[in-house]
């Protein structure tokens, strides 16, 4: 058995690199900063993790499963709930990921850096985060626009949905400028999403008249 000393220790080490990590990004961020702020011995990098790049692989890991359990995707929808509900509940529970102030706030500073300044764990992020997220989201599109809807036309969708939240993270800083009275608490983002799924059904209910308008003209 592990001594609880050393599992607190790993804790502070993944707390305080999360904090570090969303700072100054990876290649900014130092490991003796990391263990000032963890209080721990710069060996302890070593012992737990061995290297910086584990310690980063480790650290969005640890404040990624800490986001998906607080805001999962489905938010405990079954698949056979409407697809109109599984969107609103996707749309809701991204932007808490990634707007949310509390406990996991560093996910979506993290996965923001980590999009920008791609790093060697990149591509294990995508494989194990984006393309699952990116298939759910596929399949809710595809169920609301219609069967008539191409594949292209789901991606260009997907994109679009995505977009949308993603503005409000990475424009924060302009979009505070402009309309200082935006809050992002929980009411703020429950509105945010409110507006986001809506605008996205009558966008995807609009594509589905379309397209099925267009497969019985053929």
Known sequence: MVPDNRIETK???LEAAGEVFAEHGFRKATVRE??????ANVAAINYHFRDKESLYSSVLKYWSDIAMQKHPPSLGLSEAAPA???LHAFIRSFLFRILDEGRPAWHGKLMAREMAEPTPVFDGIVESVCKPLS?????????VAGPDAGAESV?????SIIG?????HHCRPVNAKLWPE????????ERLADHI??????ALQGLAHTEEALATAR
């Open 164 to 168: 949308q939240c993603l503005f409000y």
């Open 135 to 143: 298939a759910m989201l596929s399949s809710i599109v595809q169920e």
């Open 34 to 39: 990391i263990c000032k702020r963890a209080r």
């Open 197 to 202: 799924a809506q605008f996205s059904l009558s």
């Open 84 to 86: 109109e509900e599984r």
């Open 11 to 13: 804790k502070r080490l």
């Open 182 to 189: 935006q809050r992002f608490d929980t009411v703020g983002i």
């Open 155 to 159: 991606r260009l969708c997907v994109g």
